[in-house]
């Protein structure tokens, strides 16, 4: 009886623990519309897998993080990603790296925010000025730290973070992220220069600025 009752408990575990694990797959881009009719196009959660026995080495291969970005811009800076788009052997592995060059006295990695991955970061080269804001409900706090050579520092996902260069040379700096397509979203360019514009009605008072302020700010994104 003792077994029979151990062998009833034992499978409405089992069931309960397949409830339990059951969850919507993480999203691996920014929206996965379902559609009725497959003629008007498929796409999956990330992406197609290629035949494993059509694998080969130069899918895990990518070269070129030697050579330093183009900071010669508005921000200063320039991120080189390592993402699915650019190394296809990343698909489903859940990371992914960047390399981010800054330029001397002030070049800044804007703040923005990764949708889908946390961040991970470590100076290779320079000074970093470098912090994130937490979420509303703890009070939008701002943690913050100067980096040096070889220092690291966690971005947690979702949250608005930056990079600043405060140094006199140039800054080299590595992260990797816990998604192979983390997205990110640039605060100043989504708010002030999407496609088509916010209704500046929507800023002035969002912001609190004068109309005319946030006309001009969106004519320069």
């Known amino acids: 009886m003792k077994s029979a009752y151990f062998l009833i408990?034992?499978?409405?575990?089992?069931?309960?623990?397949?409830?339990?694990?059951?969850?919507?797959?993480?999203?691996?881009?920014?929206?996965?519309?379902?559609?009725?009719?497959?003629?008007?196009?498929?796409?999956?959660?990330?992406?197609f897998c290629k035949d494993p026995k059509l694998v080969v080495a130069e899918d895990f291969f990518l070269s070129g993080f030697d050579k330093p970005g183009n900071t010669s811009n508005a921000v200063g800076s320039f991120v080189?990603?390592?993402?699915?788009?650019?190394?296809?052997g990343l698909n489903t592995l859940g990371v992914s790296l960047v390399r981010i060059d800054f330029a001397p006295y002030g070049g800044l990695n804007p703040p923005h925010t990764h949708p889908r991955g946390t961040?991970?970061?470590?100076?290779?080269?320079?000074?970093?000025?470098?912090?994130?804001?937490s979420s509303n409900q703890d009070g939008?706090?701002?943690?913050t730290k100067v980096l040096n050579k070889g220092d690291i520092f966690v971005f947690?996902?979702?949250?608005?973070?930056?990079?600043?260069?405060?140094?006199k040379t140039p800054a080299v700096a590595f992260a990797a992220l816990s998604s192979q397509n983390p997205g990110t979203i640039?605060?100043?360019?989504?708010?002030f220069g999407s496609n088509p514009p916010i209704n500046p009605d929507?800023?002035?008072?969002?912001?609190?600025?004068?109309?005319?302020?946030?006309?001009?700010?969106q004519s320069r994104f």
């Open 140 to 143: 939008n706090r701002l943690f």
């Open 80 to 88: 080189t990603p390592a993402f699915v788009e650019q190394l296809l």
């Open 9 to 47: 408990a034992f499978a409405l575990l089992a069931f309960a623990s397949s409830f339990a694990s059951a969850y919507d797959p993480s999203p691996l881009q920014d929206f996965c519309v379902a559609i009725n009719d497959t003629k008007n196009g498929v796409f999956v959660n990330g992406k």
């Open 119 to 133: 961040e991970i970061l470590v100076v290779q080269e320079g000074t970093l000025y470098v912090g994130f804001v």
């Open 156 to 167: 947690p996902i979702g949250m608005i973070h930056f990079q600043l260069n405060i140094g």
């Open 186 to 191: 640039t605060i100043a360019n989504s708010v």
């Open 202 to 217: 929507v800023l002035t008072k969002a912001f609190m600025l004068d109309k005319n302020v946030v006309k001009y700010l």
